[in-house]
């Protein structure tokens, strides 16, 4: 994974467009600091359960291994003082995976390891495994689904290639044991994704040096399904997956191979859609090619499905951030959410962060955007249930130096939407700050 370059070009700067207003507005809370990041605060995960509450989570000062991971509970008023999370030595909040549902999920590199941590509540201490072969690193990724569980994948780097492995925990069930999910031959796997639905489907999608591949596990009969080839790629190093409740889904993704923060390769955008009763439509389709050879960035592509069953796919595109909706195996065309441009000197911290969806149907994109040569502020696409389009993107923060590693969930009990991200700038008084909205 690479570095944010914190210095944009000349023509970066002259193509970056300021947002209506300088501050967060209503419907948007005036975002604060939560208690005890200030000075210490890395990069945040805003995490909520289904019956249990909901924290934010952020390393403390320190380097990785080494830094302790701090927990604010979100309580009637917004963000506790931050303690300790026990359990969680070696927890990585900026470079590993999270989720949450009824359990709280941890998937990340640990030594020549990869380790799998179950919380089951904020304020529960951590359990953890040690999980897959002896690995020089592991792409991980995992995600939550309330009444159904958690799931993790990890893909490994072997000597020779690697593999990617599953692990499930099902309701308030410990952990399965590690599943082989890829073919038994060892090869390059440059990205995985994972979803699950409520009935305890997952689905898992890598590239395997060069082909989009998914299976599906089904929960029902606890088997998994045939892998699948998907398409041909030069390198797909971002990927996500989505899986609706009647095995509806998506699988996404970015062509481009970057090394070392360059590319010779203009990216383009692809996705494929599968209904509930007939596979996924081959040839994927393309969503985007880019003109030039900028690099999207942020989180760069992200696909699920609300509550009521509305495929959504978003991304950070060459001129804007944008999304398309998903109608069973039909994407639809493009709506730009704020004219964020990707970069040729490949800024990480600009464009899409999170998709995020409500019980009550609600969806929100959050993105980062640069205001200016020094500023940058957080924003937010909201999309009511049943709404035609998201509506216009709402500043949730402040213009500020560096903001980056926007988090977001929504609660589930009150369908407020938080978003939390991190304010490193000026160092003496770095934090993760938060704001709120009520929901779309």
């Given at each position: 994974m690479f570095l944010p370059k914190l210095l944009a070009s000349a023509a970066v700067v002259a193509a970056m467009i300021p947002v209506a207003s300088a501050n967060?507005?209503?419907?948007?809370?005036?975002p604060v600091a939560v208690p005890g990041s200030t000075g210490q605060g890395g990069a945040p995960q805003v995490l909520f359960t289904r019956t249990r509450g909901g924290a934010i989570a952020f390393n403390g000062a320190g380097s990785i291994p080494g830094a302790p991971l701090?927990?604010?509970?979100?309580?009637?008023?917004?963000?506790?003082?931050?303690?300790?999370?026990?359990?969680a030595p070696d927890f990585d909040t900026g470079f590993s995976a999270w989720a949450a549902g009824d359990r709280i999920m941890y998937v990340g590199p640990s030594g020549r390891r990869v380790k799998v941590g179950i919380a089951t509540g904020p304020q529960a201490t951590w359990t953890t495994t040690l999980r897959g072969p002896s690995t020089g690193g592991a792409r991980v990724a995992a995600t939550a689904v309330p009444h159904a569980g958690t799931a993790g994948v990890f893909a490994t780097f072997e000597g020779g290639g690697g593999h990617v492995y599953l692990v499930r925990q099902l309701g308030t069930h410990a952990p399965s044991s590690t599943q082989l999910v890829s073919g038994s031959k060892k090869a390059s796997i440059r990205s995985v994704a994972v979803a699950m639905n409520a009935s305890g489907d997952v689905l898992v999608a890598w590239d395997l040096h060069g082909e989009i591949q998914a299976r599906l596990w089904y929960g029902s009969s606890k088997h998994f399904g045939p892998i699948q080839n998907l398409a041909k790629v030069t390198g797909a190093l971002h990927l996500s997956v989505a899986l609706g409740s009647d095995r509806r889904a998506t699988v996404a993704w970015v062509d481009q191979l970057v090394s070392e923060g360059n590319t010779g390769q203009k990216a383009t955008v692809w996705a494929t859609s599968r209904s509930a009763s007939r596979g996924?439509?081959?040839?994927?389709?393309?969503?985007?090619?880019?003109?030039?050879?900028?690099?999207?960035?942020?989180?760069?592509?992200?696909?699920?499905?609300?509550?009521?069953?509305?495929?959504?796919?978003?991304?950070?595109?060459?001129?804007?951030?944008?999304?398309?909706?998903?109608?069973?195996?039909?994407?639809?065309?493009?709506?730009?959410?704020?004219?964020?441009?990707?970069?040729?000197?490949?800024?990480?911290?600009?464009?899409?962060?999170?998709?995020?969806?409500?019980?009550?149907?609600?969806?929100?994109?959050?993105?980062?955007?640069?205001?200016?040569?020094?500023?940058?502020?957080?924003?937010?696409?909201?999309?009511?249930?049943?709404?035609?389009?998201?509506?216009?993107?709402?500043?949730?923060?402040?213009?500020?130096?560096?903001?980056?590693?926007?988090?977001?969930?929504?609660?589930?009990?009150?369908?407020?939407?938080?978003?939390?991200?991190?304010?490193?700038?000026?160092?003496?008084?770095s934090s993760v700050q938060v704001a709120t909205r009520p929901s779309p």
């Amino acid at each position: 994974m690479f570095l944010p370059k914190l210095l944009a070009s000349a023509a970066v700067v002259a193509a970056m467009i300021p947002v209506a207003s300088a501050n967060a507005a209503a419907p948007w809370s005036d975002p604060v600091a939560v208690p005890g990041s200030t000075g210490q605060g890395g990069a945040p995960q805003v995490l909520f359960t289904r019956t249990r509450g909901g924290a934010i989570a952020f390393n403390g000062a320190g380097s990785i291994p080494g830094a302790p991971l701090e927990r604010s509970l979100w309580g009637a008023n917004g963000a506790q003082p931050a303690t300790t999370w026990q359990g969680a030595p070696d927890f990585d909040t900026g470079f590993s995976a999270w989720a949450a549902g009824d359990r709280i999920m941890y998937v990340g590199p640990s030594g020549r390891r990869v380790k799998v941590g179950i919380a089951t509540g904020p304020q529960a201490t951590w359990t953890t495994t040690l999980r897959g072969p002896s690995t020089g690193g592991a792409r991980v990724a995992a995600t939550a689904v309330p009444h159904a569980g958690t799931a993790g994948v990890f893909a490994t780097f072997e000597g020779g290639g690697g593999h990617v492995y599953l692990v499930r925990q099902l309701g308030t069930h410990a952990p399965s044991s590690t599943q082989l999910v890829s073919g038994s031959k060892k090869a390059s796997i440059r990205s995985v994704a994972v979803a699950m639905n409520a009935s305890g489907d997952v689905l898992v999608a890598w590239d395997l040096h060069g082909e989009i591949q998914a299976r599906l596990w089904y929960g029902s009969s606890k088997h998994f399904g045939p892998i699948q080839n998907l398409a041909k790629v030069t390198g797909a190093l971002h990927l996500s997956v989505a899986l609706g409740s009647d095995r509806r889904a998506t699988v996404a993704w970015v062509d481009q191979l970057v090394s070392e923060g360059n590319t010779g390769q203009k990216a383009t955008v692809w996705a494929t859609s599968r209904s509930a009763s007939r596979g996924f439509l081959l040839p994927p389709k393309q969503l985007e090619a880019f003109p030039d050879t900028a690099i999207p960035a942020g989180s760069v592509i992200e696909a699920a499905y609300t509550s009521t069953g509305r495929g959504i796919i978003a991304w950070s595109g060459r001129t804007a951030v944008r999304a398309a909706f998903v109608n069973g195996r039909s994407i639809g065309t493009p709506q730009d959410l704020a004219p964020i441009p990707s970069s040729p000197d490949d800024i990480a911290a600009i464009g899409l962060a999170n998709l995020v969806v409500a019980p009550n149907g609600a969806a929100a994109v959050t993105m980062v955007a640069s205001v200016d040569a020094g500023n940058n502020q957080v924003l937010a696409a909201p999309l009511p249930d049943g709404a035609a389009a998201f509506g216009p993107a709402e500043p949730v923060s402040a213009p500020g130096q560096f903001l980056a590693n926007p988090s977001a969930a929504f609660d589930p009990v009150t369908n407020q939407l938080v978003v939390a991200w991190r304010a490193p700038q000026p160092a003496a008084t770095s934090s993760v700050q938060v704001a709120t909205r009520p929901s779309p």
